[in-house]
């Protein structure tokens, strides 16, 4: 189970940091991620890491997000700065391992 919180409303330029507290050890999982989808358009990949710390971003979000774990809390990070007002969305969280788990949506909000 993925609960995923942090978002909200925040000006362009500002920053949030989401989270995602997994039920179970995150590292029993290959990769942990976020995806976002905006109004009207497809859910994409925002950033993964895998279990072994290598990360991956969507080249709209490199250099402002940062995607981080810590084991000992069971929980994934988004950390986003430099937020744009393109950044709006429902982001979601999600893990895989034999299959792909989501969380639920968080709403994030950036107003120009």
């Known amino acids: 189970q993925l609960q995923a919180s942090g978002g909200g409303l925040v000006q362009a330029g500002g920053s949030l940091r989401l989270s995602c507290a997994a039920s179970?050890?995150?590292?029993?999982?290959?990769?942990m991620g976020w995806h976002r989808q905006a109004p009207g358009k497809q859910r994409e990949l925002v950033a993964r890491?895998?279990?072994?710390?290598?990360?991956n971003y969507a080249d709209s979000v490199k250099g402002r997000f940062t995607i981080s774990g810590d084991g000992a809390k069971n929980t994934v990070y988004l950390q986003m700065n430099s937020l744009k007002p393109e950044d709006t969305g429902v982001y979601y969280c999600?893990?895989?391992?034999?299959?792909?788990?989501w969380g639920q949506g968080t709403q994030v909000t950036v107003s120009s």
């Open positions: 890491i895998t279990r072994y710390g290598m990360t």
């Open positions: 179970e050890s995150i590292i029993s999982f290959n990769a």
């Open positions: 999600s893990a895989v391992r034999s299959r792909d788990y």
